[in-house]
T-cell receptor, first 112, second 109 residues
Framework: DGGITQSPKYLFRKEGQNVTLSCEQN?????MYWYRQDPGQGLRLIYY???????QKGDIAEGYSVSREKKESFPLTVTSAQKNPTAFYLC???????????FGSGTRLTVV | GQQVMQIPQYQHVQEGEDFTTYCNSS?????IQWYKQRPGGHPVFLIQ?????EVKKQKRLTFQFGEAKKNSSLHITATQTTDVGTYFC?????????FGTGTRLKVLA
């Protein structure tokens, strides 16, 4: 079955450490996105990529970095520069901007 | 920039009652999508509206796009406990969607 996989589901890291969240899709979607969700809040866009080797900053890109070397993969690195990294991170993909998103099951990151 | 407001923020209903959430934009929208997120889960795409005044139904769910394409609504008839979750509207922006703050629905059995 086609889908989008995020790993790990739960992640704990010490403050000051960089951490990379994985996102893989086998839907052959061109566009991929990373969102952050804080408890009881909506989704805020971190980065998005419309095609391989190209990505754009979203509304809250500071302290995060991404790469898009393959169509299937869009990993997100949460750097030590992100001041409040504890959150629920959601990866999504779509055929294009006028099509519905397919979301992964998310990664809950806790920084202690 | 584009601003999206969803109301209400929270809604508690008795099972069997109807429920409506509204999404209002400060600018005219090209299209709008709706998503549902169950507690502890991830958002799931429900529908996309494109045309002015468009109305679409999915069983007990009715989605409407305003004539001026600045607002949209989701109406659930006779809620069930399976309807529990947060409903997000997501108007399209340039190359991406902007998610509203969501309406959290709780259904009391």
């Amino acid at each position: 079955d086609g889908g989008i996989t995020q790993s790990p589901k739960y992640l704990f890291r010490k403050e000051g450490q960089n951490v990379t969240l994985s996102c893989e899709q086998n839907l052959n979607h061109d566009a991929m996105y990373w969102y952050r969700q804080d408890p009881g809040q909506g989704l805020r866009l971190i980065y998005y990529s419309q095609i391989v080797n190209d990505f754009q900053k979203g509304d809250i890109a500071e302290g995060y970095s991404v790469s898009r070397e393959k169509k299937e993969s869009f990993p997100l690195t949460v750097t030590s520069a992100q001041k409040n990294p504890t959150a629920f991170y959601l990866c999504a993909s779509s055929t294009g901007v006028n099509y519905g998103y397919t979301f992964g099951s998310g990664t809950r990151l806790t920084v202690v | 920039g584009q601003q999206v407001m969803q109301i209400p923020q929270y809604q508690h209903v008795q099972e069997g009652e109807d429920f409506t959430t509204y999404c209002n934009s400060s600018t005219t929208l090209s299209n709008i999508q709706w998503y549902k997120q169950r507690p502890g889960g991830h958002p799931v795409f429900l529908i996309q509206l494109v045309k002015s005044g468009e109305v679409k139904k999915q069983k007990r769910l009715t989605f409407q796009f305003g004539e001026a394409k600045k607002n949209s609504s989701l109406h659930i008839t006779a809620t069930q406990t399976t309807d529990v979750g947060t409903y997000f509207c997501a108007p399209s922006g340039t190359y991406k969607y902007i998610f509203g703050t969501g309406t959290r629905l709780k259904v009391l059995a």
